[in-house]
């Protein structure tokens, strides 16, 4: 399986999403520092995710949802208790 995932940092509260084929070990990953992108924003809680059973599919959702302002939105707007 792969997943797209949101993380909500638990010091800023921001969001972050990205792809993974090992949604538990890149939590982890965040959690402890070994992401350069989201170091200084630690500790995370997973908030959303979406599985798929092929990559291409995972890779081309996280496409969108970061470079489509409306795919984005309609996200947030159906798991808006989520991601608060």
Not at 25 to 46: A, C, I, M
């Given at each position: 399986m792969?997943y797209?995932y949101?993380?909500?940092?638990?010091k800023d509260?921001?969001?972050y999403?990205?792809s993974?084929?090992?949604?538990?070990r890149r939590?982890s990953?965040?959690?402890?520092?070994?992401?350069?992108?989201?170091?200084?924003?630690?500790?995370?809680?997973?908030?959303?995710y979406?599985?798929?059973?092929?990559?291409a599919?995972?890779?081309?959702?996280?496409f969108?949802?970061?470079?489509?302002?409306?795919?984005l939105a309609?996200?947030k707007s159906r798991i808006?208790?989520?991601?608060q």
């Amino acid at each position: 399986m792969f997943y797209v995932y949101f993380l909500k940092s638990l010091k800023d509260n921001k969001l972050y999403f990205g792809s993974t084929n090992d949604l538990r070990r890149r939590l982890s990953d965040h959690n402890n520092g070994l992401v350069p992108s989201t170091k200084t924003r630690r500790p995370f809680e997973l908030r959303y995710y979406e599985a798929f059973i092929k990559k291409a599919d995972a890779r081309k959702r996280e496409f969108a949802l970061k470079k489509d302002g409306r795919a984005l939105a309609q996200l947030k707007s159906r798991i808006t208790d989520s991601l608060q």
